[in-house]
Nanobody, 118 residues
């Protein structure tokens, strides 16, 4: 599956952004989808993931209650709604896909930059 992330930009602290990730290729609904981020000088970290049907979600503690992951399988798209953004959320955000019987995220998008100003 090929992934294309979009929606990043510059926002003030407390603001909101919605990231999108469009998938093409194999059956989208067979993939667990996730969002990760990498800040400058830091390792990539997990943000959120959503099950194939969208019925189960899981978040990093740092974003719980502020970010919401969702998906529209009919449109082959996964979203990350980010509210109450903080300067420490500044990073390149990547979407990723894991085939339902796999154990790791094997497909990655190109990343979209989110910058939160204080």
């Amino acid at each position: 599956v090929q992934l294309q992330a979009s929606g990043g930009g510059l926002v003030q602290a407390g603001g909101s952004l919605r990231l999108s990730c469009a998938a093409s290729g194999r059956t989208f609904s067979s993939y667990i989808m996730g969002w990760f981020r990498q800040a400058a000088g830091k390792e990539r970290e997990f943000v959120a993931r959503i099950s194939e049907s969208g019925g189960n979600t899981y978040y990093a503690d740092s974003v719980k209650g502020r970010f919401t992951i969702s998906r529209e399988n009919a449109k082959n798209t996964v979203f990350l709604q980010m509210n109450s953004l903080k300067p420490e959320d500044t990073a390149v955000y990547y979407c990723a896909a894991m085939y339902y019987i796999a154990s790791t995220f094997g497909s990655w998008g190109q990343g979209t930059l989110v910058t939160v100003s204080s």
